[in-house]
């Protein structure tokens, strides 16, 4: 209970400093063609990525993207189609952080954009993923 009580005040935190630097609020949903076609393509990779989340090989990072945080949990003729998936799904996790901010007209705001996602991502992570803390170590959800 404290956890979740911690997150979100991290997160009301995070979303004040958000509205108060930048003297508009983020439209995170922003819904421009690229980024509606960023999300669709990360929707339909979630379904191959979520065996790698439940079993622990992949996880979230700090930084609003995934790792292969376990590749002994992969066996050896499946970690070449890991890699490509998690290479996929951060690329496209990139480029979202960036189209929001251009959605935006702040450039700028990408920082805080990704910031906002990685905390959004690890809330809404099944219970038994594994997500990266801020100081760098991993930790089961």
Request: glycine share 4%.
């Amino acid at each position: 209970m404290y956890k979740q009580l911690v997150r979100f005040m991290m997160l009301v935190s995070l979303s004040c400093f958000l509205y108060t630097s930048t003297a508009t609020a983020v439209d995170f949903e922003a819904n421009t063609p690229a980024v509606t076609r960023l999300k669709q393509n990360m929707r339909q990779r979630h379904s191959q990525l979520v065996p790698f989340y439940d079993s622990g090989a992949v996880g979230l990072t700090r930084d609003g993207l995934i790792i292969l945080r376990d590749a002994n949990a992969v066996p050896l003729s499946g970690r070449q189609s890991v890699n490509s998936l998690v290479a996929a799904e951060n690329q496209d996790r990139n480029a979202l952080y960036r189209e929001i901010a251009l959605a935006n007209n702040h450039t700028e705001w990408e920082g805080n954009i990704r910031s906002t996602f990685a905390q959004r991502w690890i809330a809404s992570a099944r219970s038994g993923w594994w997500y990266q803390q801020e100081n760098g170590a991993w930790q089961r959800k």
